[in-house]
């Protein structure tokens, strides 16, 4: 698919160059907003005004909205007064927000100026909404009814208000700005009797958050409930806006990234890749780097002070890197399932002892399949086929019984941080690899060098 | 949320304990049907038939989707035949279709038995299309319009029809079977003239998926167009059927998790955590464990050969691990960025000269950052402070210049894997942490016993 793409761009940037508008045009109408906000992505600058020029006013707007924010700027500057109010015109409530709150100060000056009043006064109260939070993702548009209107009452409301709502399949009933239920315009077409009050068919066990809700949830409550919009009301139950499920589904694929980069040791980024400057890249990954760094320190430590028994048996210094890593990988599975179950809503704290009990059981069975296949790894290919002398049998069964304690610990240490972090209000995803990692790497060591005291006397 | 829902749990729990049947079932109608299934899926196997029967038919369905596999088994095996045909005929045909799919073979036939011709071959014909393609996952019930309808026909056809179809509100006008474009419920609602033929007002640059299509594909289309529902068509651009926007979101909250799966080095699960058993958790866990394990024998190999080199400057072991941990989680920071750039499409393989460009620019600022820290540290805590007299100033410049060297391998290679694994047709997550942490341990080694070589004469 992407190949496919990369073929119509390279034609339509011909095309433009060509100076081909009238057929370029035609084409440009017949493409989605979302590919032709792509195509200007990869345009020169110089040229996204003559391109957006080109389309067709709402075409216009709804490619405007999926643009990058770079993109909007420069074509915000260049926009005449009118041209600016008649793309502000077809943008949807919320839309129009998130455009100012990535402007910069003196475009959204711009842009609250030629906004009409009703829509700047959206702008604002939606902008005054914590980030991240319902208030701020939500639309102030939707259609609301009141409960004695008749089915065709509603239907015609909706034919009249219809066009400048984001939705109109889900409708509101109010009553004082009170939410007191909600109607479906497939419950309003498939009513038998159009004289029926919607009170009297409303769904009255409503699903609403609150404006401070924060987006992760309102985001699982979608994915949960297969909602197509989400009802937003203040303190006092008074309805102020919608949710819509196409906000949602971007939280969604936003909040994973986030998750993914964290667990990755990274402190999260809201640009896309190729977008970050390798100053953003470097600030985002140098923190963790240096803290995971720093605190390696203590297994040098550990080490340094085994310094005499790795001298006397230099053998075991060429099993650290296996049982370091064997160790980290059990942890990692460990925290990464638990992490993902945690934000998927699968586990709560108080599953803790459950949890311990599944893992050190998974623990012990692949600890011991481990430990078996490793035995006989060093004594075929360490021993024999290599034929290193020092590693004897004992040191065989030292390295085998540290690596099956090492995947216990780990495991029971990678399913528990992510929980107590869960408890104690962090981030799950921050207990991750690498920080697992560092805490494992140091108890296997500790454990090593106690084994190779006991068997080995050193 | 979690906390309200268990002490209404246990609310609820409480009253069919004793009995309290008719208020129980008031309080069931006023619950969502995905809350009423999590509620299932705490009970008592031998309470469930019983708190089933106490919902009304339409909610009982509806619940009856939600429930996991196991309970809907239990549930049709307790079930008349009357009972189940019941059930079955207030289910979409592709809810319908998922069940047969999870139901073991003679449940399978039962349900087949009761199923009314046209779903039983709706069934099939679901069920002939690959898992995870497009076919698998639609529905075979939507709203087709023929051009030539006007738009009042087109309303009384979807008022007639409406009542069976997942959704109303994007009908699809075809001709012989054969799509030609899309209208929506809310075109045809706000249109000015109800004598329009749908025709001449439908959306014709309708963007559809083949039968085949891969459900990630089908999801990200989703997550990138905003859509409600997205037509399936045949090889010869025939419609079958719909996916919708729910559908959707599930293969992407499930796609994740695989993602996540295997970037933590486990073969991915269809089961949630609590639902597996220990002997599911050691087989996903234990074949990468495994792999990683032996794959190790090259770090391990590497140290044996350089085994003189250690004896004589023991101080070297102390940082080992150190160097191992950095280089792995500088890896793992690329390797996760450009997985998850990959999965988002915002990569290509062809903009592999950017990523390389990008990433050893910022390596190089990780590196230079990392070392220039860790030079101090060693030279201020392991020399000074815990008075090593082995720590050197040139050991420190060799830990610190291999610590250089090894970010930038560490980056290079974490970026250029997964694309090469996609351009290859793998799954990129498959080359995420645990992989390059093999590769790249076993390339620090080597760089750190070079440098000792030249630098220290070892």
Redesign the interface.
């Known amino acids: 698919?992407?190949e496919r793409f990369e073929i119509v761009e390279k034609a339509l940037v011909k095309m433009l160059e060509d100076k081909k508008y009238s057929a370029l045009r035609e084409v440009l109408t017949?493409?989605?907003p979302?590919d032709i906000a792509a195509l200007f992505a990869g345009l020169e600058e110089a040229r996204i005004p003559l391109l957006f020029r080109l389309l067709p006013k709402e075409l216009a707007a709804e490619t405007f909205v999926e643009m990058e924010p770079d993109a909007q700027e420069l074509l915000i500057q260049g926009f005449s007064d009118n041209e600016l109010k008649e793309v502000l015109d077809e943008l949807y409530v919320d839309d129009a927000a998130d455009l100012v709150e990535e402007m910069p100060a003196n475009v959204v000056k711009r842009i609250l100026h030629q906004a009409d009043p009703e829509m700047r006064q959206s702008i604002n109260q939606i902008l005054r909404y914590p980030e991240n939070s319902a208030g701020s993702m939500m639309t102030t548009e939707y259609v609301s009814l009141r409960p004695d209107m008749t089915v065709e009452e509603s239907?015609l409301r909706?034919?009249r208000q219809?066009?400048d709502k984001e939705t109109?399949?889900t409708c509101y009933v109010t009553q004082d700005r009170t939410l007191l239920g909600i109607v479906t315009?497939?419950d309003l077409?498939?009513a038998e009797d159009d004289e029926t009050p919607v009170g009297e068919m409303m769904l009255?066990?409503v699903?609403s958050v609150s404006t401070l809700t924060d987006q992760e949830?309102v985001a699982q409550m979608?994915?949960?409930?297969?909602f197509?919009a989400l009802p937003v009301v203040d303190g006092e139950n008074r309805m102020v806006g919608i949710v819509t499920?196409?906000d949602a589904?971007?939280v969604?694929?936003d909040e994973?990234?986030e998750?993914?980069?964290i667990?990755?040791?990274?402190t999260p980024s809201e640009k896309?890749?190729?977008k970050s400057s390798?100053l953003d890249?470097?600030l985002h990954?140098?923190p963790?780097?240096?803290l995971?760094?720093?605190s390696?320190?203590f297994?040098?430590?550990i080490?340094?002070s085994f310094?005499g028994a790795?001298?006397a048996q230099?053998?075991l210094?060429?099993?650290?890197?296996?049982l370091?890593?064997?160790g980290?990988?059990?942890g990692?599975?460990s925290?990464?399932?638990?992490?993902?179950?945690l934000s998927?809503?699968?586990?709560?704290f108080s599953?803790i002892g459950?949890?311990l009990w599944?893992?050190i059981?998974?623990a012990v069975?692949?600890g011991a399949?481990?430990s078996a296949?490793?035995f006989a790894?060093i004594l075929l290919?360490?021993r024999w086929l290599?034929g290193?002398p020092g590693v004897t049998i004992l040191v065989d069964a030292v390295v085998c019984l540290t690596?099956f304690v090492t995947?216990v610990i780990a495991k029971v240490v990678g399913c528990t941080l992510p929980l107590v972090a869960k408890k104690l209000g962090f981030d799950p995803a921050v207990m991750a690899?690498?920080f697992i990692?560092?805490i494992v790497?140091a108890l296997s060591?500790l454990v090593y060098f106690l084994f190779s005291q006991l068997l080995l006397g050193v």
Do not use: H
């Open positions: 698919m992407a017949t493409m989605n979302s239907i909706i034919r219809g066009i109109i399949y315009v497939k077409l498939l009255t066990n699903i949830e979608f994915s949960k409930y297969n197509l499920f196409d589904m971007d969604m694929e994973f990234t998750d993914i980069e667990m990755g040791g990274m896309t890749y190729l390798v890249l470097f990954r140098i963790w780097l240096l995971l760094m720093v390696a320190t297994t040098g430590m080490i340094t310094e790795l001298a230099v053998a210094t060429a099993f650290i890197p296996m370091m890593d064997t980290g990988n059990s990692s599975q925290s990464v399932t638990i992490i993902r179950a998927l809503g699968e586990l709560r599953d459950k949890v599944r893992e059981r998974t069975a692949c399949v481990l296949v490793c790894k290919v360490d290599m290193n690596l995947v690899s690498p990692t560092t790497d060591l």
